[in-house]
């Protein structure tokens, strides 16, 4: 390796290991470097580290449109996909997670959204879009979401895939809704003459295959009194179960299988009135329980919608610059505080962030003002200066020192303000303007005092000359007369 090749950054250098080094140490914030590396690097491993540490889809999609390795352009389009999947499933804001969903068209992708996205809306959107019967019973199986398995498996029409749902390890009342969506006498004697589904699967399976067939079984007392004793038996099992929604639907399919045997034999009344018994006891509680839940749930999603709005306005605010009119920030304050009072951490927490958000955005605005007042002052005394350096006569010195040090009182303040560099270099050019005038009025007041010299040196000896010529004159004139007295 050559010293210039040393110079270069790593993921610059002639070696493409030490290039690819560098890349894998690579981050969310070299996405621009990522992509460049990606479209540029002549090695085909480079830039597949490079795609791979790309974060964002439309990036990848561009790249995939420009490169010419198949392998690479199908694995960028591949990636994109792939971030695109994990946004909409992400708690992002409910705008993002659509965007990235509208750019889902994979069925086992949507399969998964549909499963796991953190946004009701957004499940219920994915799975719209999902079509397959065998990729919505994987759906019904995995959901954690009770109405997504529920819409889910409304959709599913093939008589095989509805089958193997009542007959699977799965939960008893999707087994059971499967089984009543079955209208195949095959189907239903599958599932009936099934060993792993549910026991109370395979009894209703053969309630309907009776009914279908036109008919019901026929059942004599001795048999009837004892299905309706087991049948009591399960029930009151049944009140002590944790889990009172799940025993409140095999009740109701008890109370179906009861209700044909009754038909025919009719049950003993102490055994009767302990079956009712307990079908009311458990009924009661799972509906009590399940209004319990509908209004949690109501709770729960008033608290994200709450939580959503209120991460937004705190974003809202934290955009805001000191350009933003004051009306802004005072709409934003007033949306916070129609919002419905809600007691949780999270929102504690946002009632932090949103305050120190709406006091940075005051400070901000209030600095832009001081700046502003402080350029005005700055301003008029490059003004000043301006005028001064132009006035007649050229003023004294006193008058610009007076000048700069209202400039030099003002100026540390406005150290970090970018305008008040050309302010600095007007004053300056006004100080070099005023200096120059001055050195050349010095310049012709010391010109001018010379010829006031010259012409008082000039005089004195004009005049000192005439004195010297009235005196000999005189001396003549004495000497003249001296002469004629002694004649």
Known sequence: MDILDRLRPRWRRSDPEVRAAAVREMGVRDQARLETIARSDPDARVRRIAIKKLEDPERLDGLAQGETNEDLRAFATERAREIRAAVASSDASLAECEAALACVSDEHRLAAIAMTAAHETIRHAALARTTGDRVLRDVVRNAADPMIRRAA?????????????????????????????????????????????????????????????????????????????????????????????????QVRTVQQEWAGIARDVEPREDVAHRFHKACDEILDEAGSRARREDEAETARRALQENLAVRTSLCERVEGLDDTAAPSALDDTVAAWDRLAPVTDDRVAALARRFRLACENATARRQQRGARQTLL?????????????????????????????????ALAPSAAEIPDAVALRRRLESAGEEL??????????????????????????????????????????????CGSQGKR
């Open 435 to 480: 200096t120059r005038r001055q050195h050349e009025a010095d310049a012709r007041r010391g010109e001018a005092q010379r010829q006031n010299g010259e012409a008082r040196e000039a005089a004195g000896q004009a005049q000192g000359q005439e004195t010297r010529q009235g005196g000999g004159e005189k001396a003549r004139q004495a000497e003249g």
């Open 153 to 249: 498996l409304a959709r599913i029409e093939d008589p095989a895939i509805l089958r193997s749902i009542a007959v699977g390890d799965g939960r008893t009342d999707l087994a059971l809704q499967a089984l009543e969506r079955i209208t195949d006498a095959t189907m239903l004697r599958a599932v009936a003459d099934s060993r792993t589904a549910p026991k109370s699967v395979r009894q209703r399976a053969r309630t309907l295959l009776a009914a279908s067939a036109g008919d019901r079984l026929p059942i004599g007392m001795k048999e009837g009194r004892a299905r309706q004793l087991e049948l009591c038996l399960v029930v009151e099992k049944l009140t002590v179960t944790r889990d009172l929604l799940e025993a409140a639907k």
């Open 376 to 408: 005005a002052k700055l301003e008029a005394v490059v003004v000043e200066a301006e005028a001064l350096a132009a006035a007649v006569p050229v003023p004294a010195e006193k008058t610009w020192q007076a000048l700069e040090k209202r400039w030099t």
